[in-house]
């Protein structure tokens, strides 16, 4: 009994942190100081888009990732001469280099402005990107709330435990959700980004190969989808070799990732666990059938991610380089600086 009440002290100490945090972003922020910023990122983003599909998967993963680490603060994007960051652990690694170029082309967009040059969180300016690539591939648009302050500390220790991994059951997802204050429909709904973009194989090829003593191929792939799989995938593919999320309309923003799990055509474990373990099973069956409940769900799950640990106020720094933290950044390392933040030295 008194574990169970100091676990329901700490969500709710939690529940407060968040709505707290949350209560301070709105949704005309810059009105009074950047009031052109939404039209300088969409520009830029809309400009790199058509440079380059990747442009809106990459974005959206950046932003996904960012808020599981530490918190929508875009600490994701900070670099570090000891390869010690975010982006230098494994999984960072994966992240499209197309995603970070385009935050920093609309930092300076923005920064093009004198009226705006740093007063623009790179935070910000990575949700309104991860916005506008939603809206540029078919998604629905939504209002991004603004406010939010950067992070100055970003270590590659602090990814594995923090970012969903394609392996994991429906128990882990939904554990790893909740302790960011997201709900398990907020779960299923984000998923629905799978619906753009791509994976390497290597990612979900202990599927097809060898995947239990009964059976070599994951019994719940529909079996003709599996052979695409593996013809695209072959045993020891080169690891740069990757397939799209969505065999049938990779580049659009809609609701066919759902409907690919009703076939038994979720790419990731952690996808098609969506449909097969039953808790799940109707959301699924609701976001296949009804697109606006899809989109609306999405929005909401998207707005409630956007929330997660953010810094506000008089916390963190609004950075001049999204790569680097404001603090003596002519000439000291990013561990150094790290050492401060943290009180180290």
């Given at each position: 009994?008194?574990?169970?009440?100091?676990?329901?002290?700490?969500?709710?100490?939690?529940?407060?942190?968040?709505?707290?945090?949350?209560?301070?972003?709105?949704?005309?922020?810059?009105?009074?100081?950047?009031?052109?910023?939404e039209n300088y990122v969409r520009n830029a983003v809309e400009k790199k888009f058509n440079e380059t599909f990747v442009t809106a998967p990459g974005t959206l993963r950046l932003f996904f990732h960012d808020c599981f680490v530490r918190g929508c603060d875009a600490s994701v994007l900070l670099a570090s001469s000891s390869n010690n960051a975010e982006k230098d652990s494994p999984i960072g690694q994966t992240l499209a280099g197309d995603g970070f170029d385009t935050v920093i082309k609309a930092k300076a967009a923005v920064d093009n402005d004198p009226n705006c040059k740093n007063k623009v969180s790179c935070a910000d300016i990575l949700a309104l990107a991860a916005r506008d690539v939603i809206v540029l591939t078919g998604g629905p648009s939504y209002t991004v709330e603004l406010g939010r302050r950067d992070g100055t500390i970003s270590t590659k220790s602090s990814v594995h435990s923090s970012i969903p991994l394609p392996t994991f059951s429906l128990d882990k997802l939904t554990s790893m959700f909740s302790a960011t204050g997201l709900s398990q429909t907020d779960l299923v709904a984000l998923s629905g980004a799978h619906t753009i973009g791509f994976s390497h194989c290597a990612r979900f090829t202990k599927r097809l190969?060898?995947?239990?003593?009964?059976?070599?191929?994951d019994?719940?792939?529909?079996?003709?989808?599996?052979?695409q799989l593996q013809q695209a995938c072959p045993k020891n593919v080169d690891p740069r070799v990757a397939v799209n999320m969505d065999p049938n309309t990779p580049r659009i923003f809609d609701n066919n990732y759902y409907k690919n799990l009703q076939q038994g055509m979720g790419l990731f474990t952690s996808d098609q666990v969506l449909f097969?373990?039953?808790?799940?099973?109707?959301?699924?069956?609701l976001f296949a059938s009804n697109s606006t409940a899809f989109q609306q769900a999405f929005i909401t799950a998207i707005t409630n991610l956007g929330r997660v640990r953010v810094k506000v106020g008089s916390q963190g720094e609004i950075r001049h380089d999204?790569?680097?933290?404001?603090?003596?950044?002519?000439?000291m390392s990013f561990h150094?600086?790290?050492?401060?933040?943290?009180?180290r030295c």
């Open positions: 009994m008194e574990h169970r009440s100091s676990f329901l002290l700490s969500f709710l100490l939690l529940l407060l942190l968040l709505n707290s945090a949350s209560a301070q972003l709105k949704q005309n922020f810059y009105q009074n100081i950047c009031p052109n910023v190969y060898g995947f239990s003593r009964r059976s070599s191929v019994p719940s792939l529909n079996s003709n989808y599996a052979k097969t373990d039953t808790r799940t099973t109707k959301l699924v069956n999204c790569t680097t933290v404001n603090l003596r950044r002519d000439y150094r600086r790290e050492e401060i933040d943290t009180g």
